[in-house]
């Protein structure tokens, strides 16, 4: 199934009382699911032939990783509470829901100018209560089940003499991902979940304790990732992504509000806010990109299923790749 669902590019905002590049009312005016309504039983059925040999491999980083995070976030907390004078355990997790693996959902990130999330929503309808935007909705429907790809930027940028530090601000051209896909005959499918490898948790596992104790506050700052251009949101649309993920603390260029990125051109907005398009970060893609390179194979059966909170604004990946 290739890409030709969605209405064109320069269409867009299909809302135009509405802020710049909105697809707000493309899935019905109630719509809680955005892009994720590209996994029809058909695309997740022809999905599943991407299972060859039955090799899992997990996405999911550690919940403990960062040991330290950025944003000020909450460290992440596991206590084990034995219940004598039986044999027996119970656990406590605590955990900012940003901090480690995750898929952002729609509640996360409005557009900064006019404070509207997905199809016009704003903060006042999240109240206590409100289940509108939750991520409970992607977990009723099954999570985000479909096919899978993997652009291997930072192997790429190792053999091309283009390789950037992941814990400083910097842009992954949309020319050198269009190039990786060229040389991996690999076609984006309609519904595809899009993996980009920057090599931001290979090299976070590399530091030593002090290093990831400083972390939040190096310097200099800023996170590697995807250029925040009107090309690369061209890109991403006409593709028709269900959702769009990497290994990288912020899937664009961070953080995202930085003077070189135009404040009205923001993945984060525009696929969140704009188009429902959930994004992921800090997905563990080590071992998937070693699997994938021994095969030369670069597309994979994915299942991840959110956590099901009523009114969630993310979710940890709990997802896992299957060859």
């Known amino acids: 199934m290739m890409p030709?669902?969605?209405p064109p590019f320069d269409d867009l905002p299909l809302d135009k009382s509405g802020p710049p590049g909105n697809a707000w009312g493309l899935w019905g005016?109630?719509?809680?699911l955005g892009m994720l309504n590209l996994l029809t039983p058909d695309t997740v059925a022809a999905a599943a032939a991407e299972?060859?040999?039955?090799?899992?491999?997990?996405?999911?980083?550690?919940?403990?990783k960062p040991s330290c995070p950025t944003f000020e976030r909450q460290r992440f907390r596991h206590e084990v509470l034995h219940k004598a004078p039986m044999t027996m355990n119970d656990d406590v997790v605590e955990m900012n829901t940003q901090s480690s693996t995750q898929w952002d959902g729609f509640r996360h990130y409005g557009y900064q100018r006019t404070k509207q999330f997905y199809q016009g929503h704003v903060q006042d309808d999240f109240a206590p209560g409100s289940t509108k935007l939750g991520i409970h909705s992607w977990a009723n429907k099954g999570g985000i089940i479909g096919r899978g790809i993997l652009i291997d930027w930072y192997a790429w940028s190792q053999r091309n003499n283009a390789a950037l530090s992941p814990f400083e601000t910097g842009a992954v051209r949309l020319a050198d991902i269009k190039a990786i896909l060229v040389e991996t005959n690999l076609k984006p499918r309609s519904g595809d979940i899009l993996f980009i490898r920057t090599?931001?948790?290979?090299?976070y596992n590399k530091l030593s304790d002090a290093e990831r104790e400083n972390f939040p506050n190096r310097t200099p700052g800023g996170l590697l990732g995807l250029e925040a251009t009107r090309d690369s949101l061209r890109w991403i649309w006409e593709s028709e992504f269900a959702a769009i993920a990497g290994d990288a603390a912020g899937f664009e260029r961070g953080p995202a509000t930085g003077p070189y990125n135009d404040p009205d051109?923001?993945?984060?907005q525009w696929a969140l806010a704009g188009w429902g398009l959930p994004i992921g970060e800090m997905f563990d893609l080590e071992e998937l990109a070693e699997a994938c390179t021994a095969r030369g194979r670069w597309s994979f059966f994915l299942a991840s299923v959110p956590l099901k909170v009523p009114g969630g604004v993310a979710s940890p990946g709990n997802a896992v790749a299957i060859l």
Do not use: M, N
């Not at 090599?199 to 090299?203: D, E, I, K, L, S």
């Not at 051109?265 to 984060?268: F, L, P, Y």
């Open 4 to 6: 030709g669902k969605l």
């Open 29 to 32: 005016p109630d719509d809680q």
């Open 51 to 64: 299972i060859k040999e039955g090799l899992r491999i997990s996405l999911d980083w550690p919940l403990d």
């Open 199 to 203: 090599g931001f948790t290979a090299a």
């Open 265 to 268: 051109v923001s993945i984060h």
